[in-house]
């Protein structure tokens, strides 16, 4: 299963005690969660999804992006390693805040004081999925979608990084990641909350389907780690 153009390095072990375990930065654990969804990325069984996605298509009602979420969180809970490391994915997680938010995966380690979340959309080559990537108008006012989440009040208030993963369901993946960056680009309507910084590209073991995007929020700075997973 595994495909060699994607380019996953492993991290440097965990330390076999706790204080040690205690003393590490929030990229060391980064990198391990990186890692493990590269690691997917290059062995999930991918007849096996797209029979699964094709089944969903066909339903009245059907929700690919949670069937995808919930695939990816089965595929790491029968994963051995993951689990004997000490990190836990889950999903559906509470922000536990005023405003209400679900996160689709998140990753966990007891001796991690934070909690790595990633918001999942699906994604082609319309404007109105990349619109929901990251923000949609409802009526004249900017209403909701996956970026924005992290600058409305929604997700990741205790943390200054968060993730994003567009499930690529058809077009061209570069046409795709450019109509982000554009979008990316356009000021929400709570600027300067959101603004965006800067594009590092390419940003996870030098991948092409990866980018990060540097925000203003708080009178701070907050990262967004995206990944691109393509499932056509």
Known sequence: MEREY????????????THHLKELDDEFWKKWVFYYLLNFYQNYNKIELIEKIESERRKPKSDIEDLIA????????????????????????????????????SFLHSYWNKDFHFECKNLDNSQDLVNKYVCYNKGNSIFDGGVLRYFNGKYAQSCNFGGMIG????????????????????????????????????????????FNSIHKRNSDIFLIHHIFFDFT
Do not use: A, W
């Open 6 to 17: 994607i380019k996953n390095i492993k991290p440097s072990p965990l330390p076999n005690y």
């Open 70 to 105: 919930v695939y990816i969180r089965n595929y790491f809970r029968k994963n051995r390693l993951i689990e004997l490391q000490g990190f836990k994915v889950v999903g559906g997680i509470n922000n536990d805040l005023d405003i209400k938010g679900l996160y689709d995966i």
């Open 167 to 210: 499930f690529v369901l058809e077009g061209d993946k570069v046409n795709i990641k450019n109509k982000i960056f554009n979008k990316l680009n356009n000021k929400f309507n709570i600027s300067p909350e959101g603004d965006l910084i800067s594009i590092d590209d390419n940003s996870i073991e030098d991948n092409e389907f990866t």
